[in-house]
Every structure is written in structure tokens, then in C-alpha cells.
């Protein structure tokens, strides 16, 4: 099978998950409690200025009617205006894209800085010092979720030791990338927590496999030096399982940014889609949730296609030829 087949194969995949997650959410959350129109109005409004409100807003056609023309609506790259603010869903998403992709993008640099070093020295590593900093991050990693670490930020930078970072606010890297860095490295660290700890343990279990490989021994006998093997091939060979875990973990990253975003005073999309949603301004949580679901099926298609790349294994047991 060719690779662009597999590809193709993949993206189709993508795309039928990506239309039935927005399905989906848009139907949970026209069930959702409360009316749009009654927040639009205000409690004191009378059954008959709910009832107009209802139907500026269109929500007194019939469910599939709303459905059908959000979905036509979006494929025209148009999902409607914002309840709230009267303004296209599309230029408030925009608005609030660049904060989430900040923080994501530090976090992800952060994460690969330390996971690999980490991986390779518990891997390598036969000292009591190792075998304990990788027990440790395997136990205490996983255990504590990253809104809990993102609170106790809060509250050691924001009372007990004041003026050291800041942790409140969000200035742009546009503006100021040094004050824009300190701005972001406290969620970033929290963001990263797990994800350090579950990928620095894949990669070392998958380091610890590979160097009893045939290659490793026989590189070895032919006086190749250890640091060479194992940052060069044993690495490359090792990447496989941990790049399938940094894939799940930029995911897990996007959906605990909503959390942490709201910790932390960051207008990015979980700012957003707390606050739509708290609204019940449909349009916006719905076109939030669109691009939220977007990044994360768009980072496993890249995963998926990496994989033909770092693995010939893979590709050879997937059947996918690369001429």
C-alpha cells in the first residue's frame, strides 16, 4: 500500500471522527440545563420578550433544522454569532487561540527538553540515585493531576513567596517574549506534570528493551562508542512508543488547559469555553469545542504518520511501501 493511500486512509478516518465528536457535542449540549434565551433576557423578563429572544437566536425551529444549517454554515467556514457579544464566532475563537497555543507550545518544549535526558539517564543510569528519581516520577507523576499542581502554584507565587513569578495574567510573545515566558512557565509546569512522568517511563522501559537488541551488541564490538549507540540508535528505535504517548499527552494537554487557563487569568479557548458555555452562548462553545477537537485529531494524524518514519517495523507490518 502506498504511504499517500495510508495517509488518505487516515485522514478520512480523522475527518468521520471529527464530524461525529461536534455531532455529538453539539446535541449534549442543546440537552444541557438551562436557555440561552433566559440568560439573554434576564430574569425578569416576561414569558413573551423570552419567547422573541428564542426566536431571533433561531432556537424555536425544530432540533434537525439547527443542526443542518450549523453544519452548513461551518463548511462554509461560517459558525454563526456569538449570543454575548453579537461578533462571528470565528474572530472570538481567533482571539483567544493564540494564549492555549503559547502554553501548549512551551509545554510541549519543556516536556521533550526533560523526557529525554530523563528517559536516557534512568534507562542508562546504574546508580541508586537514578533507579530512585525514576521511581518517584513514575509514582508521584501520574498521581497528581495537573489543575491540583497549577493551584499549588498559585498559592506559593501568589502568597507565600510574592514577586518571584508571576502567576496571574498573560502577556503575548509578540510584545514581550521575556515577560511572556515568565507569564507561562507556572502552568506549563503544571500542564507538563504527567506527562513527564508517563513518557520519561515509556521511554525508558522502550530504551532498557532496545539495548539488548542485536544491533546494540554487535555496534558495541565494533567499537562504537555507548553515549553514540544510545543517543543515536537505540534513541531512534525507542522514539516509537514514546511518540505515540506525547500524542495522547498534547490531547490531555488541550483538554487540562481549560482548567489551568482559568487558574491562571489566561484568555486562551478553555478561558473561553468555561465562560461561553457558562453563558450559554451555543455558537461560541460549539466553535470552540470545533477547534479543541481539531488540534487533538490533527496531533494524532501526525503521530500516526511519524510512525511510518521511525519505525520500518511498523511500516513493514502495516503493509505501507514508501515508493
Not at 490531555?252 to 457558562?278: H, K, M, Q, R, T
Request: proline share 6%; glycine share 8%; hydrophobic share 55%.
Amino acid at each position: 500500500m502506498p504511504v499517500l493511500t495510508y495517509i488518505s486512509a487516515k485522514l478520512f478516518q480523522t475527518l468521520g471522527t471529527f464530524a461525529l465528536v461536534v455531532l455529538g457535542a453539539f446535541v449534549m449540549l442543546r440537552l444541557a440545563p438551562g436557555d440561552p434565551a433566559l440568560a439573554q433576557a434576564g430574569v425578569a423578563a416576561t414569558p413573551e420578550q423570552i419567547e422573541l429572544i428564542r426566536e431571533q437566536l433561531g432556537l424555536n425551529r425544530p432540533f434537525l433544522v439547527q443542526l443542518w444549517e450549523w453544519f452548513r454554515g461551518a463548511f462554509t467556514g461560517d459558525f454563526g454569532v456569538s449570543y454575548n457579544d453579537h461578533a462571528p464566532v470565528t474572530k472570538i475563537v481567533t482571539d483567544h487561540i493564540f494564549p492555549t497555543l503559547q502554553l501548549v507550545a512551551l509545554t510541549t518544549v519543556l516536556t521533550i527538553v526533560l523526557c529525554i535526558p530523563l528517559g536516557i539517564w534512568t534507562a542508562v543510569g546504574h546508580s541508586r540515585l537514578s533507579r530512585w528519581v525514576g521511581n518517584t516520577i513514575t509514582v508521584l507523576g501520574p498521581a497528581i493531576p495537573n489543575f491540583v499542581v497549577g493551584i499549588l502554584f498559585v498559592l506559593i507565587f501568589g502568597w507565600a513567596i510574592t514577586g518571584v513569578l508571576p502567576h496571574y495574567g498573560y502577556v503575548p510573545f509578540s510584545q514581550d517574549p521575556v515577560k511572556a515566558f515568565l507569564h507561562t512557565i507556572l502552568p506549563a509546569l503544571a500542564l507538563m506534570t504527567s506527562g513527564v512522568a508517563i513518557i520519561s517511563r515509556v521511554l525508558r522501559a522502550s530504551i532498557i528493551e532496545t539495548l539488548n537488541d542485536d544491533f546494540v551488541f554487535v555496534g558495541t564490538a565494533l567499537g562504537v562508542p555507548r553515549k553514540r549507540l544510545v543517543w543515536t540508535d537505540v534513541l531512534r528505535n525507542s522514539l516509537v512508543a514514546a511518540t505515540t504517548v506525547f500524542g495522547l499527552f498534547l490531547g490531555v494537554a488541550l483538554s487540562g488547559s481549560v482548567v489551568l487557563e482559568n487558574a491562571f487569568g489566561i484568555p486562551g479557548l478553555g478561558n473561553l469555553l468555561v465562560s461561553s458555555f457558562d453563558a450559554r452562548d451555543y455558537p461560541v462553545t460549539i466553535g470552540t469545542t470545533l477547534v479543541i477537537v481539531a488540534a487533538v485529531l490533527l496531533v494524532n494524524l501526525v503521530v500516526d504518520v511519524l510512525y511510518l518514519f521511525l519505525a520500518p517495523r511498523v511500516r513493514f507490518d502495516l503493509g505501507v511501501s514508501t515508493r
